[in-house]
């Protein structure tokens, strides 16, 4: 029984360290059920700036979940989330761009479940497309949302 616990912990200290980098704003939440004990369910918006586009933010809203499991971090927060990508400064590349990367990716249960942002170039368009959806371990949702950021025909967008 030890082992298995120091397994479990293990594997949440690993998954908790792989989280992507970028740490997103805190933009407000709404609440959407009461809960007497713990927090109220709600939903989170959150702003992510792009790590390698400079001058594009994405905003990223999701159910949590309260209760007691939420307030512990326990629960599993629900699959649906919506995502709107906007140029909010002049666009500049650090580096060439992979023509499809994971950017963002944030926990949604103790273990297993996350919620993936990731980033695709439409090169004939010259357009940063961006994916958001959860997966778990065994299967994912086929929930997801999309939004696209134009970029101007004067600045290409670097493929690697």
Not at 104 to 116: D, G, H, I, N
Not at 138 to 159: E, F, H, K, Y
Request: charged share 20%; glycine share 6%.
């Amino acid at each position: 029984m030890r082992t298995l616990r120091a397994t479990c912990m293990a594997a949440a200290a690993l998954l908790a360290a792989g989280t992507c980098a970028a740490q997103p704003d805190k933009i407000g939440t709404v609440d959407t059920a009461f809960q007497w004990i713990g927090r109220d369910h709600d939903i989170v918006v959150e702003a992510y700036d792009d790590p390698l586009v400079q001058g594009v933010t994405c905003y990223v809203s999701r159910a949590r979940t309260g209760g007691i499991k939420g307030t512990l971090g326990l629960a599993e927060d629900r699959a649906e989330a919506s995502i709107a990508c906007r140029q909010v400064g002049p666009i500049a590349f650090a580096q060439p761009l992979k023509a499809q990367q994971e950017v963002f990716s944030e926990r949604m249960s103790l273990l297993f479940k996350r919620l993936r942002v990731v980033r695709m170039v439409d090169a004939k368009r010259n357009t940063l497309v961006y994916l958001s959806y959860s997966d778990k371990l065994i299967d994912g949702s086929p929930q997801n949302s999309v939004t696209a950021v134009p970029v101007d025909r004067a600045t290409p967008i670097p493929l690697k």
